[in-house]
């Protein structure tokens, strides 16, 4: 099974924070070159405290995927460290959330025999269902512009709230993502498009997914 489920930052064990935190590192430093704090083989920053809950993607004790989640009432990359980069950012008052440090680790993913799951659709439909599990009425992220491509290509029908340029030079987009019903039913969709199952409940909190690692062609 693959598992997703969500872990406040005071209750990560030191193990599984090492992990997460070395897999950033390789993700945001070593591969897309972002300007990200790294120590000890080790990417985090300031937002990585109590007020942080991880969503975690685990397949057989690793992790293959996860990202960040943010209450908007607190600190948050929003409307801090990229705040520079937009000409306005004005973030609602109300039960939001903010998305930062999305990743997928396609080499985990491949030696796991993961390439034809849908993890990117299960990650997408996870924030979905965290965000309505607990109560939050959308979830505001920044992306780049591929990221953004990637999203609206899952069928999430997004919006982009305002556009800003990256230390690079780079498009960038602060994007409103509902979490609505027919959001979830797309995303939905798109799962079972991939790969259908049964005995699965997709719209579940935490969610699990089972992994057939051959089609029936393959057998």
Same mark, same amino acid.
């Given at each position: 099974?693959?598992?997703?489920?969500?872990?406040?930052?005071?209750?990560?064990?030191?193990?599984?924070?090492?992990?997460?935190?070395?897999?950033?590192?390789?993700?945001?430093?070593?591969?897309?070159?972002?300007?990200?704090?790294?120590?000890?083989?080790?990417?985090?920053?300031?937002?990585?405290?109590?007020?942080?809950?991880?969503?975690?993607?685990?397949?057989?004790?690793?992790?293959?995927?996860?990202?960040?989640?943010?209450? &908007?009432?607190?600190?948050? !990359?929003?409307?801090?460290?990229? %705040? +520079?980069?937009? #000409?306005?950012?004005?973030?609602? *008052? /109300?039960?939001?959330?903010?998305?930062?440090?999305?990743?997928?680790?396609?080499?985990?993913?491949?030696?796991?025999?993961?390439?034809?799951?849908?993890?990117?659709?299960?990650?997408?439909?996870?924030?979905?269902?965290?965000?309505?599990?607990?109560?939050?009425?959308?979830?505001?992220? &920044?992306?780049?512009?591929? !990221?953004?491509?990637?999203?609206? %290509? +899952?069928?999430? #029908?997004?919006?982009?709230?305002? *556009? /800003?340029?990256?230390?690079?030079?780079?498009?960038?987009?602060?994007?409103?993502?509902?979490?609505?019903?027919?959001?979830?039913?797309?995303?939905?969709?798109?799962?079972?498009?991939?790969?259908?199952?049964?005995?699965?409940?997709?719209?579940?909190?935490?969610?699990?997914?089972?992994?057939?690692?051959?089609?029936?062609?393959?057998?």
């Amino acid at each position: 099974m693959l598992h997703l489920l969500d872990v406040n930052y005071s209750f990560l064990s030191e193990l599984k924070s090492k992990e997460l935190f070395t897999l950033r590192k390789k993700v945001f430093k070593d591969r897309l070159n972002w300007l990200v704090n790294a120590e000890n083989n080790m990417e985090s920053d300031e937002y990585d405290n109590p007020r942080t809950t991880y969503i975690f993607g685990v397949y057989q004790e690793s992790c293959i995927c996860s990202l960040r989640f943010i209450e &908007i009432k607190y600190p948050n !990359m929003i409307t801090g460290t990229f %705040k +520079s980069w937009f #000409k306005n950012i004005d973030l609602p *008052q /109300g039960n939001f959330v903010e998305a930062s440090r999305l990743f997928i680790d396609k080499d985990r993913v491949q030696a796991l025999e993961l390439r034809q799951q849908p993890v990117s659709a299960l990650l997408f439909l996870s924030m979905i269902n965290y965000a309505r599990h607990y109560g939050y009425e959308g979830i505001y992220a &920044i992306v780049s512009h591929p !990221m953004y491509l990637i999203f609206r %290509k +899952s069928g999430w #029908k997004i919006e982009v709230v305002e *556009q /800003g340029t990256s230390e690079k030079d780079q498009n960038i987009y602060l994007i409103f993502m509902p979490v609505d019903r027919v959001n979830q039913q797309t995303l939905m969709a798109l799962v079972r498009a991939k790969v259908p199952v049964t005995g699965c409940e997709l719209e579940s909190w935490p969610l699990s997914f089972p992994v057939r690692k051959h089609r029936a062609d393959q057998v």
